[in-house]
């Protein structure tokens, strides 16, 4: 399930932002990072686009066009659903670690989503559609944009919480890769996500679906040869 994570300028931009401590300019950030003002300014609106900064307008009484000032967004309660569902996993994995009972992060996954289902969040569906519906709605509480086709077999997540730090730690592609594939076991079975895509494009992730093996259509059985020669 690894991929590759190019690493973004955009996650050096957000981290000078943060260590600024208060609103700057494009110009202030780029002069922090040695880079130009235009390529600074185009990642500063992007972060903004993605909820992870805020822009305002400079208040001032000299005369003179007022500057655009940047900062960090709060973390909004989606966004802190997501951290906490990342943290809940892996004291899940580390509590049968410590019971001998570890089964690795798809066990550990497996049980968050039971978990889900438990408390009412996750719900068993007797058709794919519905699934879809139950995963993605999830995913958005989790604070991903989640979007699908007509077809069905692709889930499009955007706004992933965790963007600026997944270049230092693909492990959480892995991590909600695993999370979607018990999702939609723990829904009915009905599909399986063999496949994620991480970035193909700034701010996507593709998860490709399809109906598990064992819910393929059997093939009939040929008729036995007959024994018997032609009448």
Partial sequence: MSAT?????REDVLEALRELDH???????????GLHTNTVRGHLELLVHLGQAARTIERRDRRGRPR???SPAPMSPRR???FRTLATVLAMELAAVAKGEATG???ACRDWAESMVRAGRLRPR???AGSIREVSQLFEDLGFEVTTE?????????????????S????????????????????????????????????????????PAHTAMPLLPLPAPSLEGPA
């Fill in 5 to 9: 994570h190019p690493r973004a300028r």
């Fill in 23 to 33: 609103p700057a300019d494009a110009a202030e950030v780029a002069g922090e990072l």
């Fill in 68 to 70: 655009v000032l940047y």
């Fill in 80 to 82: 802190l659903e997501a």
């Fill in 105 to 107: 992060i798809d066990g």
């Fill in 126 to 128: 007797s058709d794919r």
């Fill in 150 to 166: 007509p077809l069905g077999d692709r889930l499009y997540l955007r706004q992933c919480p965790f963007i600026d730090q997944i």
């Fill in 168 to 211: 230092d730690l693909p492990a959480i592609c892995d991590l909600h890769h695993a999370l979607l594939r018990a999702a939609f076991d723990a829904t009915g079975g009905h599909l399986d996500v063999p496949k994620m895509d991480v970035l193909p494009r700034p701010d996507l992730c593709v998860a490709t679906l399809r109906e």
